[in-house]
């Protein structure tokens, strides 16, 4: 099965500021407490993806802390990590890491869906704009 076949919600490609830090990781709990500064590939409504220099394994969970910069705003989301693929970036090695999010606090689900929603939205009409040019 392809990736695109697994996803749930549709992604949309964006760059925003995400700070990880590993809640639980049965499988490396050296791991555990660990924070590190990264930038989003893509997200939706129910996950993210982003590159890490260490590899975090399948399982894992995650506290994300995104920061949508347009609209000065902040999310603080659990996830757990779904999937793991190696990249090289500029001749170094990155693991790239698909979270699936369980629970969005401070009651930001609502929020956090509109957001996503608005950009989806957006990229639409920005594609549709481009057709009839």
Request: aromatic content about 6%.
């Amino acid at each position: 099965m392809r990736e695109s076949e697994r996803r749930q919600d549709p992604r949309v490609s964006t760059e925003d500021s995400v700070v990880v830090t590993v809640l639980a990781a049965p499988d490396a709990p050296t791991l555990e407490g660990k924070t590190f500064f990264c930038v989003t590939r893509d997200l939706s409504v129910g996950g993210l993806r982003f590159c890490v220099h260490t590899k975090v394994p399948f399982g894992s969970m995650l506290e994300l802390r995104v920061e949508i910069s347009d609209a000065n705003e902040s999310y603080v989301h659990d996830g757990k990590v779904a999937w793991i693929g190696e990249v090289e970036i500029e001749g170094v090695l990155e693991y790239l890491l698909g979270v699936r999010l369980v629970h969005t606090r401070d009651n930001l689900e609502t929020k956090w869906r509109s957001l996503v929603d608005a950009r989806l939205e957006s990229l639409s009409n920005a594609a549709a704009g481009e057709a009839s040019s």
